[in-house]
């Protein structure tokens, strides 16, 4: 029998509070609408943007103050990443789930620290990663914890400035009994470009809301804004609250008759 989908939601980085609890509210609003687990993203970090000039987010003490908020006002599940081994302790203090970005899927020692918190883990797939490279990665988790450990999706390197999703990769990993999270906006990014940041193109989401769908993803991951054009990151690709309401009905449409 599978275990119920993890559906995972929020902005790509910390902005402001007030950002964060207009998003948080529309998710805490859905939640009581969905029968799955629901939980709130947002990072406090992003170490891995493409330009120094672009904006990171608020910092750990301040971003982890932000999400603990967040967490007790709705009583909704967090996730965030982390970037370094000595951020688990403070991190898992208050998230249910560490992520590894996938710029950082292949660092033993910080996916070994992440599941020795006894939180929950998911590792986003690396655009550089074979089927069984992201196998292995998740080996490296689950050997390590007992709580469950996700291997999200989001695209693989095309060229120098593209990514292309292969299905192939869930189908291998489903096949290895992995719990694989479809990311419906990650996987429409074109990375960094001439103006030294990432583009895309955010109508393919609804099309891979539908194929992890019937493909029996394990969960879906969308980043969310409340005003995508006006994000400081990821703004060609972030859905609005009413986007992302459309993708993930797709998703348990095709995922319930599946």
Known sequence: ???????????????????????????NTMKKSIRYPLFFKASFDKANRSSIDSFRGVGLK????????????FGLKI??????TYQVE??????????????LSRQTDLIIEAAKSGKMVNIKKGQFMSPKEALLAFEKAIKHTNNRVFITERGTTFGYSDLVVDFRTADFLLSHGVE????????????ANSNNSSGGDKRYAFAFSKIAG???????????????????????????PD????????????????
């Open 79 to 84: 996730l965030t990443d982390i970037h370094e």
């Open 1 to 27: 029998m599978r275990k119920d989908p993890i559906l995972i939601a929020g902005p790509c980085v910390i902005e402001n509070r007030k950002m964060l609890y207009k998003i948080a509210g529309f998710i």
């Open 62 to 73: 301040r971003g982890l103050k932000l999400l603990k908020e967040i967490k007790n006002e």
């Open 90 to 103: 403070k991190v898992s203090e208050i998230v249910d789930v560490i992520q590894i970005p996938a710029f």
């Open 180 to 191: 694989v999270i479809m990311d419906i906006t990650h996987s429409c990014q074109k990375p």
């Open 243 to 258: 986007e992302y309401e459309m993708a993930l009905k797709l998703y348990l449409k095709f995922y319930e008759n599946n």
């Open 214 to 240: 019937a493909m029996g993803f394990s969960g879906l991951y969308a980043e969310v804004h409340p005003s995508p054009t006006n994000a400081l990151s990821d703004s060609s690709i972030q859905l609005s």
